[in-house]
């Protein structure tokens, strides 16, 4: 069993959020929620070896550095989490079963096995409240500056997943707002990928919570994109896919704000 530091003891101290160039003055703002697979020292690798520590569970590999990418190729801020989503998964919503995952996929996270209530609310006090107040704050201060703001969130997913192999190379996931995801789907539909349509994921699997939240909840454009994490493995093709989702959207996001909740 994994023993966490009882109230009041010395921690390593971290902090859950990064903002990078936050005065960034395109109209895009990237999130990368699962961009680390960092687990501070007081959580003892949740009881994890090295190997399970840096698998797909504990991270999104690729993610953070085709987040820069896209920033840099569009002039846009950046949030990312510098935290594993193993230790807390800040996109869930505070009641979903896997914001603490005990089992992710097949494997088992000792150190979240019979969490108490109280290491709960920490985990939500110390790191998924700061992440997104981070947000909050990065998008507060667009909104007082008059600036327009279309929300990416970037992921990336397991080629492979129990034992079920995924065909799509690129995802684009949405819900009520569609003005940014079809035009994109269409885009990267026309130069031959296969292209999931709220694939891998959708929002009904409980991963679009940043984008509800942030997005949609304050009337912004926004899409989730998942590419395949075995297709941005390198600096060079983190760079070409950035290249190619930035031209899409730097096509179509001046005109997100018009069109938004259209569909076919």
């Not at 594993?84 to 869930?92: A, E, F, H, Y």
């Not at 929300?151 to 707002?177: Q, Y």
């Not at 493995?233 to 950035?242: G, I, P, V």
Request: charged letters at 25%.
């Amino acid at each position: 069993m994994v023993a966490f530091p009882q109230a009041g003891a010395e921690v390593e101290a971290f902090d859950p959020a990064a903002v990078e160039d936050a005065e960034a003055a395109g109209r895009f703002v990237i999130v990368c929620d699962h961009a680390s697979s960092f687990i501070p020292s007081e959580y003892a690798s949740l009881g994890l070896g090295p190997a399970e520590r840096k698998a797909h569970v504990a991270w999104d590999p690729g993610a953070l550095g085709l987040s820069r990418q896209l920033a840099h190729r569009l002039d846009a801020p950046l949030v990312h989490a510098t935290i594993s989503r193993l230790v807390i998964d800040c996109n869930r919503t505070l009641d979903a079963p896997d914001l603490i995952a005990a089992t992710s996929e097949d494997i088992a996270v000792p150190g979240n096995a019979a969490l108490s209530s109280a290491e709960r609310e920490r985990r939500i006090a110390t790191i998924h409240a700061p992440y997104h107040a981070a947000i909050d704050r990065l998008l507060d201060a667009r909104r007082v500056a008059g600036r327009e703001t279309v929300l990416i969130a970037v992921h990336s997913f397991t080629p492979v997943f129990h034992g079920v192999a995924r065909p799509w190379e690129v995802g684009i996931v949405f819900d009520k707002d569609r003005s940014i995801a079809e035009p994109l789907i269409d885009a990267l539909k026309t130069e031959g990928l296969s292209v999931g349509v709220n694939e891998p994921y959708s929002p009904a699997d409980r991963v679009y919570y940043t984008m509800t939240r942030h997005g949609e909840g304050r009337g912004l454009a926004c899409a989730m994109i998942e590419v395949r994490n075995d297709l941005i493995e390198s600096e060079a093709d983190q760079a070409d896919w950035a290249e190619r989702i930035g031209a899409h959207l730097a096509s179509n996001g001046a005109v997100a704000a018009g069109s938004r909740g259209s569909t076919r």
